[in-house]
């Protein structure tokens, strides 16, 4: 079965800094997802990549996907405290819609 | 805009009473999910449903679970026996297609056994 692998497991830097955070499939990616989580509460749909070289961006978030790889990295760039919460990497792995999670990257931004 | 309405937020049971979760999909959806995540650990699908069927289920998703759509709006998830383990929060997802495509979820219910 595919598994997700997400690093790092957790992440503090300074309001302001860049990061990235880095998820790589045991399988072939049909499709790769970027999930945010607040403590408690639901997921948030942040991106979809399908195709192999994909970047997306919102906002200050940017996610690309490399199909060869088989993994995908989500960019941060001038991160705020409003960036901080958990960052759920999916996969769409056997293409039936069922999604695969990574274990999650916990972010906290320091003011 | 749209989104995934779940109720109740929190719910606190008996072991081995029975619960259901409640969930308002996105109205022009028309495959629905549901995933758990147990404290500490990764979501894990349970069960996708489309067509008043199940299409596909996790090895979690045993006969203490089923899943219902009562009527054109709610899609449910009952655990008839709830065990100690079954408490994690539950999300309900809903999307258009069931190919690569965007998956709303909702808030969760926080389902706690004691």
């Known amino acids: 079965s595919q598994e997700l692998e997400q690093s790092p497991q957790s992440l503090i830097v300074q309001e302001g800094k860049n990061l990235t955070i880095n998820c790589t499939s045991s399988k072939t990616l049909y499709g790769l997802y970027w999930y945010k989580q607040k403590y408690g509460e639901g997921l948030i749909f942040l991106m979809m990549?399908?195709?192999?070289?994909e970047e997306k961006s919102h906002e200050k978030i940017t996610a690309k996907l490399d199909e060869k790889k088989q993994q995908s990295s989500l960019h941060i760039t001038a991160s705020q405290p409003s960036h901080a919460g958990i960052y759920l990497c999916g996969a769409d792995g056997n293409q039936g819609g069922k999604l695969i999670f990574g274990q999650g990257t916990e972010l906290s931004v320091k003011p | 805009e749209p989104e995934v309405t779940q109720t109740p937020s929190h719910q606190v049971t008996q072991m081995g009473q029975e619960v259901i979760l409640r969930c308002v999909p996105i109205?022009?959806?028309?495959?629905f999910y549901w995933y758990r995540q147990i404290l500490g650990q990764k979501v894990e699908f349970l069960v996708s449903?489309?067509?008043?069927?199940?299409?596909?289920k996790s090895e979690i998703f045993d006969d203490q679970f089923s899943v219902e759509r009562p009527d054109g709006s709610n899609f449910t998830l009952k655990i008839r026996s709830t065990k100690l383990e079954d408490s994690a929060m539950y999300f309900c997802a809903s999307s258009a297609s069931r190919t690569v495509s965007e998956a709303f979820f909702g808030q969760g219910t926080r389902l706690t056994v004691v």
């Open positions: 990549l399908q195709k192999g070289g």
């Open positions: 449903f489309y067509n008043n069927e199940i299409s596909e």
């Open positions: 109205s022009n959806h028309l495959y």
